[in-house]
């Protein structure tokens, strides 16, 4: 184990390498985990890395895993490093890479932070993990706590990607529904302190997490003989995986395996929420939050990024930049990634590509330079952007709406069947459809989460008010069910018999 220090980034308090601590006890900054670089050195060359597995584990001595034994792997990292010959082309570039991260178990990049996070929290002996999030890392959480037998809680914001939850589902988490981002992870906060904290909490700036992001850029180096590109563009968030791109560098740089560290780091945002890319124009090095989120890339729309002000050293550092790119040029990015070089890309990975025209067409960045386009997370996780992409061709259109229509379908859930039943019967309004739900189906929920089914089946076309009624100050809607509603009862009924 060569790891020599934790230290708070925030207050500068250390703590013991074997401690447990995620963020710091003393201020709740986030930690940084330095290592005895030099006794690596000793252990360690790019002949002895070279001729290991391509993996996130190669590194082991620059990960804070005291036992190999411990070690919760899917099989992540060693991803394709691929020369772009027709998407360069198409940029006026010369030297295009993209290295490809959507070959991950999960589908993302993040399977690199949570390998490493599992498995130190196998080592420190927990018996479950829980997480207020959605998106990526709850998908790859829910999978690398399948495979490591931890129980997995999860709060689950109510916009997700269809593709996330789909596999968020699947790897079978225990999943409850929070209004938004902020109510998710206060609610999962209260659940793992009501457990006596018995459980780990997950967070996208744990330093566990944060440490396997940072094998994106020792991967890159490698792959390019130990030499740095010119430029390395990440989609950015939280910013952490940026930071860390640029602590990878910086480690390589130290131990001496590089012999110059001059890549520029370029953050791309998406501009329905880009407090990174403001903040930088403003010069300021204090994180200016955004208001609201407002993009199809949901993954990177993070109002107050944890990392931010890490990302901002590392882009200045770096003397790189930052560029943020409209939901319309995300999509004609998706569309030329996947036509040109055979990649699907989600829409937050696709904006390296958007952001690299963008600069490539103000003369930021010229046409020799060696650009490495880290592509995040692959397409299936966001199917609707293909709605995009069809349109104009009738026929794919409609065979489109078809297959959606029987997803919607199999998506909608036992409690919104029992809805539709009762209200198949006859019109109703919440409070009757609540009792009814509890008295003949068993299903007990809170009244507000009966409005919220209400308010989704309304909003997918199923039911519709037909009246309202006012008593007093209460004023009662009556639903009936849409002739798309009635279609739609009838086939899951066949599905169910
Ligand atoms: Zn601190």
Redesign the pocket.
């Given at each position: 184990m060569f790891l020599a220090e934790v230290q708070?980034?925030?207050?500068?308090?250390k703590y013991a390498t074997e401690a447990y601590a995620t963020t710091?006890?003393?201020?709740?900054?986030i930690?940084t985990a330095i290592y005895a670089l030099e006794d690596i050195r000793e252990q360690v060359s790019p002949s002895v890395l070279e001729r290991r597995i391509p993996s996130v584990w190669k590194y082991f001595e620059f990960l804070p895993v005291l036992n190999k034994s411990n070690i919760v792997s899917l099989g992540e990292g060693g991803t394709f490093l691929h020369k772009c010959e027709r998407l360069a082309e198409k940029l006026g570039l010369q030297n295009l890479y993209l290295k490809d991260e959507t070959t991950n178990p999960t589908g993302a990049f993040i399977d690199r932070g949570t390998t490493v996070e599992v498995s130190k929290i196998k080592e420190f002996g927990f018996k479950s993990v829980c997480c207020g999030l959605s998106g990526n890392l709850a998908a790859s959480l829910v999978a690398y706590a399948a495979r490591a037998g931890l129980r997995c809680k999860i709060f689950l914001p109510q916009r997700v990607d269809v593709g996330k939850f789909y596999q968020t589902i699947a790897y079978g988490a225990d999943i409850e529904i929070a209004r938004d981002k902020e109510d998710a992870c206060r609610n999962a906060w209260r659940w793992v302190v009501q457990g006596g904290n018995t459980s780990h909490f997950v967070m996208p700036y744990n330093l566990y997490f944060l440490e396997g992001e940072k094998t994106t850029a020792y991967e890159i180096c490698e792959q390019f003989n130990w030499t740095p590109p010119d430029a390395i563009i990440v989609p950015t968030g939280s910013g952490g995986h940026l930071s860390m791109i640029w602590k990878g560098i910086n480690e390589l740089y130290q131990i001496g395996f590089l012999n110059e560290k001059t890549v520029k780091l370029i953050g791309v945002q998406a501009e329905g929420c880009a407090p990174i890319v403001e903040t930088y124009k403003k010069g300021s090095n204090k994180i200016i939050p955004t208001n609201k989120v407002s993009t199809i890339a949901i993954d990177i729309g993070v109002r107050e990024p944890p990392c931010g002000e890490m990302a901002l050293a590392a882009i200045r550092e770096s003397k790189g930049t930052a560029v943020s790119v409209s939901d319309k040029e995300i999509i004609d990015a998706v569309s030329v990634l996947a036509k040109l070089e055979g990649i699907f890309a989600e829409p937050a990975s696709a904006t390296t590509i958007a952001g690299l025209k963008k600069l490539v067409d103000e003369g930021a960045i010229s046409p020799s330079e060696k650009v490495v386009c880290v592509i995040t997370g692959m397409g299936l996780k966001y199917p609707e952007v293909t709605k995009t992409l069809v349109k104009g061709n009738g026929k794919l259109e409609k065979l489109l709406r078809r297959v959606e229509r029987r997803k919607y379908t199999t998506r909608l859930g036992e409690t919104k069947l029992h809805i539709l039943q009762i209200i198949s019967r006859k019109e109703s309004y919440g409070y009757e459809i609540w009792k009814i739900l509890g008295e003949r189906f068993k299903v007990k929920l809170k009244i507000p989460s009966v409005y919220q089914h209400l308010a989704e089946l309304e909003d997918g076309g199923l039911i519709m008010r037909s009246k309202s009624e006012t008593f007093g100050k209460v004023k009662r809607n009556y639903y009936k069910l849409t002739d798309r509603g009635r279609s739609v009862l009838i086939q899951l009924k066949n599905i169910a018999t």
């Open positions: 708070c980034k925030k207050c500068g308090k710091c006890p003393n201020c709740n900054g930690l």
